[in-house]
């Protein structure tokens, strides 16, 4: 009979009860679609199509700079 090596058993338990443990532990997101609120979806609409209007390969950063201002006005993280 071949004898285990105690690390190496320890390592492959880990892994598995790692593997098998990590879906339980997954949360909903924030930002997801079901859990949006209609104000944060309209917020990212309007500052969406403000930042539209300022290319990034023509204008550099203003596009996210934009969106982030208009996000904060709006009281939402970008």
């Known amino acids: 009979m071949k004898k285990f090596n105690s690390p ?3 390592l492959v338990l880990a892994a598995a009860v790692s593997v098998l443990a990590t879906p339980s532990f997954a949360q909903r997101s ?4 079901a859990g949006m ?3 944060r979806a309209a917020a990212i609409h309007e500052c ?11 204008w550099g950063d203003n596009e996210i700079y934009t969106y982030r201002a208009c996000m904060a ?4 993280r970008d």
């Open 30 to 33: 924030e930002g997801s679609a």
């Open 37 to 39: 609120s209609a104000a």
């Open 8 to 10: 190496l058993a320890a």
């Open 48 to 58: 969406s199509a403000k930042a539209s209007k300022y290319p990034e390969h023509t």
């Open 73 to 76: 006005d709006h009281g939402q």
